[in-house]
């Protein structure tokens, strides 16, 4: 009857082990095909590794620019030289990562970590401009049911929403 016991505790610590193992396979693969490989178990290392490097290396880079030496034309520069240099490094970091294990262009991670630097500038400025509607919309975005009050109508906070997200005239010419 000892022995019969411990078969079946034996088979099912088995089958758990098994279950652990397929969920973190199929965990992985999610995030894999979603491009969120940063929350992965080598994402997270990777991006502790990565981002204070990175950071000195833009600072640097800036830096070195607004003296000459990178070109004073740089429009990167013009871009990024208002952020703090481990914001950049985050949002680069992270898109690199996202995208390690797919079959993605170079071109076209840079292009994705143009917008992400882009949308973090207009997600900024509506933050500056607008700090008590900026709150509400993070709130309500974070929260797990959704009070709606009548203070304001949703289809305003939509309608300012995308209107500060939309492109302005003069990115309307950069692809």
């Not at 080598?42 to 800036?62: D, H, Q, T, W």
């Not at 690199?96 to 997600?123: N, P, T, Y």
């Not at 309500?140 to 939309?166: F, Q, Y």
Request: charged fraction near 25%.
């Amino acid at each position: 009857m000892a022995t019969d016991l411990y078969s079946v505790q034996e088979t099912i610590e088995q089958q758990q082990r098994d279950n652990t193992i397929h969920r973190f396979q199929s965990d992985l693969t999610n995030k894999k095909q979603i491009h969120q490989e940063s929350a992965t178990y080598y994402g997270n290392s990777l991006m502790k590794r990565a981002i204070e490097p990175f950071a000195s290396m833009i600072g640097e880079y800036v830096s070195n620019s607004s003296k000459g030496k990178a070109g004073n034309n740089n429009t990167a520069v013009k871009l990024i030289r208002d952020f703090k240099p481990e914001t950049i490094a985050f949002i680069a970091a992270k898109s690199l990562i996202d995208r390690f294990s797919s079959r993605v262009r170079l071109s076209d991670v840079a292009i994705h970590i143009g917008q992400c630097i882009e949308d973090e500038h207009k997600f900024t400025l509506f933050k500056e401009k607008f700090p008590h509607l900026f709150t509400k919309v993070v709130n309500e975005a974070n929260a797990d049911t959704v009070n709606i009050d009548n203070s304001i109508p949703p289809w305003v906070l939509i309608a300012l929403v995308l209107g500060w997200l939309a492109p302005s005239p003069s990115e309307m010419g950069r692809g």
